[in-house]
């Protein structure tokens, strides 16, 4: 499979990456069983496809994740961009928030080590944290920032005043938020701020953790450990309910000889240039699927199609647990 993934500008201050990332969280924890080899052939596998964007966090495995992808891209280190989290106590998001400068600059000089590098290209906050100032978080960034550790500082679900306060402290580069065809929230305010302010935008979850890939329905039982089970979204009566949308999907997808997930990422990237979705996956089949995306061109009749027929569905749940949802910036 040749590369048809093109190098664009996430947003206007100076961050140039692959048109889809990949999101490496899923390799540490959150869907089930794991194999470390079996992630680390899937990036290596992504570089040769031409991706280099690869989005970690400090809380996928307290630190493990970070170092599973450090790894993974020594040899390319110099080729690829890599980006990171922080914001939760020890690194662990069941503990709660702290994005206090201490805990910021801690987080930094570990990361630095796990990811096996002298610099960390996208640092962003992970959740805002109410108890600290957005500037000075932004503050610490900007020192981090000054002492060449770290290249550009991002936000992560935050909302739009956050947006605008941090960015008048240090500029943002980027904003990693959930949106997708069955999450489009992000396009009332959020893109509009983005563009006024020359801010990049990562969707995470584009394939609606794999539900608008087709493969799950309301039969489908998820392992143990897979976070989807607190859900709202993925209960069986809501997946039953949500299945519209797949069906959608599906017919779309047939006309153009592609698959569910294709025609998702496809969306995403016919939306705004300066989008660059991370699909997570640990299997080199769901990889090589997923790039093909980038080759896929809908053009304006089928944006049309799309956004008519999705006006008449009302997705149904939450897309977080109750304990998760309050942890959002509004």
């Given at each position: 499979m ?19 990332g990949?999101?490496c969280m ?6 089930g069983p794991?194999?470390?080899?079996e992630s ?7 570089y040769d496809?031409g991706?280099?964007?690869?989005d ?7 630190g493990?994740n970070e170092e599973?992808v450090?790894?993974?891209?020594k040899?390319?280190?110099?080729k ?5 989290k ?6 662990n998001?069941g503990e ?7 805990r910021?600059r801690a987080v930094a000089?570990?990361?630095l ?5 002298d610099?960390i290209?996208l640092?962003?906050?992970?959740r805002v944290d109410p108890?600290?100032?957005i500037?000075d978080?932004a503050?610490?960034?900007?020192d ?8 550009h500082?991002g ?12 960015h008048?402290?240090?500029p943002?580069?980027?904003?990693q ?10 396009e009332?305010e ?7 302010l020359g801010?990049?935008f990562?969707p ?12 799950i329905?309301?039969?489908?039982t998820?392992?143990k450990n ?5 859900v709202p ?17 599906g017919r779309?997808a047939k ?8 025609i998702?990422?496809?969306w995403l990237?016919?939306?705004?240039p300066?989008?660059a979705p991370i699909p997570g996956?640990?299997?080199?089949h769901?990889l ?13 009749n089928?944006l049309k199609e799309?956004n ?11 897309r977080?647990s ?6 959002i910036?509004?």
């Open positions: 040749k590369k048809i993934m093109k190098i664009k500008s996430l947003g206007s201050h100076g961050l140039t990456a692959s048109e889809m990949l999101g899923g390799m540490s924890d959150f869907y794991l194999n470390d080899e680390i052939k899937t990036i290596h596998k992504a496809l991706v280099t964007f690869f970690t966090a400090e809380a996928y495995s307290q493990g599973l450090g790894k993974a891209l040899p390319y280190r110099s690829v961009v890599i980006a990171t922080f914001g939760f106590k020890n690194g998001s709660g928030l702290d994005s206090s400068p201490g910021i000089e570990a990361s080590k796990h990811l096996q590098t610099v290209d640092f962003y906050q992970h108890n600290v100032p500037e978080v503050g610490a960034v900007q981090l920032i000054k002492e060449g550790k770290v290249k500082f936000l992560s679900e935050a909302g739009v005043q956050t947006i605008r306060r941090a008048a402290v240090q943002v580069t980027a904003l938020s959930e949106y997708s065809l069955w999450w489009r929230e992000p009332h959020i893109l509009p701020t983005l563009e006024e801010i990049g990562v995470f979850s584009p394939l609606g953790k794999g539900f608008l890939t087709g493969k329905d309301e039969n489908t998820f392992d897979d976070f989807r089970n607190t979204r993925f209960s069986e009566e809501n997946r039953k309910a949500n299945q519209a949308l797949v069906d959608l999907l779309i006309e153009k000889n592609a698959t569910n997930a294709q998702a990422l496809a990237l016919a939306q705004k300066w989008i996956t640990t299997k080199i769901r090589e699927e997923n790039v093909a995306a980038a080759g896929i061109q809908l053009n304006d089928d799309i008519e027929a999705l006006a008449k569905i009302e997705v149904q749940g939450n977080y109750e304990q998760a949802q309050k942890t910036d509004r």
